[in-house]
Each structure stands twice: as structure tokens, then as C-alpha cells.
């Protein structure tokens, strides 16, 4: 495994290279103990968008970078040997040295880039134990004839539970201590997005680099719409406007006395495709208590659309929402997203299962 983050954000510099400087409080990178196997190759310096800062040949197992001292603390990354780890340009010594995953520093060098390894080598570890747990359920699911058991079911929701809340605290313990810098916009990138209300509040007591960011942003204001359309929440009668231009409410959608069942969807969409049958069986099984409507538009012509509802069998209300406000609206961050609605306008229930919702169905007795 890679020792790298795969983040949303980095920092920003022009390309070219940097003339190294001496002074005293500059930051510096080396690398000590190295294989012989990167003897002659070179450690490079990348800011975002690929752009290449400097580089140092590995000599005897080292290299060293100095940089100037007016070099902005956002992250970069050292690309090593076909391998990476990322880099906060801080004042002092930074040194990388390989381990048992790439590479990661050692303890002398600067806060940031020790908090950096921690917070790499927390998540690594916990993304290992959710792979090997997650290839167990996949041979039980081939031992049971490539059938999905509610036992199998059950342990893939209590794993995947696991590793969000182990990912949160990861997170979370490493955006309380950089609440206002580089590495905290990183941790919080990190986030579980299941957990909307906790990333709601570790983004309202950030500083304003974080909240500046524009990728944090946008989840930001994703997951306060999820809060307000969670179960329990009166639904929002948002606008969509469909392929022609013609303008269609939610409260149009919904019939006196039923329960409206939304389906937000998209035709790339494969888990969404797999849902149809259950939705199907709702639309057969439930035509005096519940109203079926399937929304896409996600990232996807109408034409794309329109030829999958076809294949698919689609017989119950589709609309195409060519500029996804349902999604905005509702906070969707995963499709397919379900909710049903109860006739005095509340959202009963919201899940990304369709097994979830057709048994919360049942326990309504609709």
C-alpha cells in the first residue's frame, strides 16, 4: 500500500524551480536510511496540479532540500522511488525515512509532518483491517451460493459503521489540534460523510483557511441539507426544472393519502439499477398506499436517461431534474438515495438500501 492520502485539497504555488537558501529558519527535507534500491534517484517536490518544485538525488541513502523560508505552509507531495508522501514546507527539519508501508518520518522532524504520518498511519491501518474484514464477507457471500443472507447483510452494515466511526475519530483527533491550517483542511476531508452532523460541526469552528475552501464548502452545505431532510423533518418542497424547461414541484408530485417513495437516481448508476426490482415490487405490491417517483438527472443527459428507463421497465412517475436541485436540496452525496415521505409530509425514513426501505415498509404495514 501507497503511504499517500488521497485528499481534497493541496497547496497552491506556480511552477518552476526554487534556488535553495541557507538561512537558518528555512524548511528542510531529507531523506535518511534509504534502500540502495533509490540510490541515483531523485526525491521531487510536487504542488498541486503536478506542477514540480525542485528535486535532490539520493546519495548514500540521503537527500537534502532547503527552501526558501517564504515558502507558503500548504501540503505537497515527495514523490520517491514510484512511491508518495505528502509534505508541509514548515520551518525546521523534516526527515523521511522508509518503513514497513513507504515511508514516513522520523521523530525529530517538524509538528505538522509528525501529525501528518500519525494521521496516514492511522487511517492506513484502519483501511487494512476494513479490506481483509470486507474480503471475509465477500468469501461467506461466495459460500453461500453468491447470495446475499440478512446475515451477510447484517455484518457489512455493522463493518462498514465500524470503519466511518473509526475514520471520525481519526479525523477528528487530528482537526481539533489544526483547526485553522493545511493539515486540518485535510483531516476534515477525511470526515465520514454518513456522520452529517458531526461534520457540521467540526466545519463551523474551523478557521477561514478551512472554510474557505471551496470543495469543504459545497460538502459543507450538502450535509446541512441532509440535517434538514433527515427522518423526522418536514420535507422540502423544492423546484426542479425537467429537460424542457418546465418547472415541477415535490408537493406536485405527491397524491392525498399516500406515501410518496422518491428514488434519486442516475442511468450510470449500477447500484441504482439493482434497486429497481425492489422498486418494482413496491409500485406492484403497495398502488393504494404509496406513490413511486424516480428523480435523476446526476451527471447524465436526458437521452442517457430516457434509454435506461426503457431497458430498466420503468412504468411508475420518472422526472428528469436537469439541474439537480433535488440533490442540493435533499443533501444526496450517494445514489441511490430513498425516501419516503408520509402523507402529513414528513420524511419517514431515508436509506441508500433499497432492502432497508422496502423493510421499513413492512414495519409500516403500508
Not at 4 to 16: E, I, K, M, P, Y
Not at 29 to 39: D, I, K, V, Y
Not at 124 to 144: C, F, I, M, P
Not at 181 to 189: C, D, F, I, Q
Request: proline fraction near 4%; include cysteine.
Amino acid at each position: 500500500m501507497k503511504k499517500s492520502l488521497l485528499l481534497l485539497s493541496a497547496g497552491l504555488l506556480a511552477a518552476g524551480t526554487i534556488a535553495c537558501t541557507k538561512e537558518s529558519n528555512s524548511p528542510r527535507l531529507r531523506g535518511s536510511n534509504l534502500p540502495q534500491s533509490l540510490e541515483g534517484q531523485y526525491a521531487t517536490l510536487i504542488a498541486k496540479g503536478g506542477h514540480r518544485i525542485d528535486s535532490a538525488q539520493v546519495i548514500s541513502g540521503a537527500f537534502e532540500l532547503i527552501l526558501p523560508d517564504t515558502i507558503s505552509v500548504a501540503r505537497y507531495d515527495v514523490e520517491l522511488g514510484g512511491q508518495a508522501i505528502g509534505y508541509f514546507p514548515e520551518s525546521g527539519t523534516s526527515t523521511i525515512i522508509p518503513d514497513s508501508e513507504g515511508y514516513t518520518y522520523d521523530e525529530t522532524s517538524t509538528p505538522m509532518n509528525r501529525q501528518l504520518a500519525t494521521l496516514t498511519e492511522e487511517y492506513n491501518t484502519a483501511y487494512g483491517d476494513y479490506v481483509r474484514e470486507s474480503l471475509a464477507l465477500q468469501e461467506a457471500y461466495k459460500a453461500a451460493g453468491n447470495k446475499v443472507t440478512p446475515e451477510i447483510s447484517e455484518k457489512g452494515a455493522e463493518l462498514s459503521d465500524r470503519f466511518s466511526a473509526r475514520v471520525a475519530e481519526i479525523a477528528r483527533k487530528c482537526f481539533e489540534e489544526n483547526k485553522d491550517n493545511e493539515l486540518g483542511r485535510m483531516a476534515l476531508s477525511l470526515y465520514p460523510t454518513s456522520d452529517s452532523k458531526g461534520f457540521v460541526e467540526l466545519y463551523e469552528s474551523a478557521g477561514e483557511l478551512i472554510k474557505e475552501d471551496p470543495d469543504l464548502k459545497k460538502l459543507y452545505e450538502l450535509q446541512q441539507a441532509e440535517q434538514k431532510t433527515s427522518a423526522g423533518q418536514p420535507y422540502v418542497d423544492v423546484t426542479m426544472t425537467d429537460e424542457t424547461g418546465k418547472e415541477i414541484r415535490v408537493s406536485e408530485l405527491r397524491e392525498e393519502g399516500k406515501h410518496l417513495l422518491i428514488d434519486v437516481w442516475a442511468s450510470w448508476c449500477g447500484p441504482c439499477r439493482a434497486a429497481m426490482p425492489h422498486l418494482a415490487e413496491i409500485v406492484k405490491g403497495h398502488p393504494s398506499t404509496i406513490k413511486v417517483v424516480s428523480i435523476g438527472g446526476i451527471n447524465e443527459t436526458y437521452e442517457a436517461n430516457m434509454k435506461a428507463r426503457e431497458e430498466l421497465g420503468m412504468t411508475w412517475t420518472t422526472v428528469f431534474d436537469s439541474t439537480s436541485a433535488f440533490a442540493d436540496a435533499y443533501g444526496i452525496q450517494a445514489i441511490p438515495t430513498l425516501i419516503l415521505i408520509n402523507p402529513e409530509g414528513t420524511t419517514e425514513f431515508k436509506t441508500n438500501d433499497a432492502n432497508e426501505m422496502s423493510a421499513k415498509i413492512d414495519d409500516l404495514g403500508l
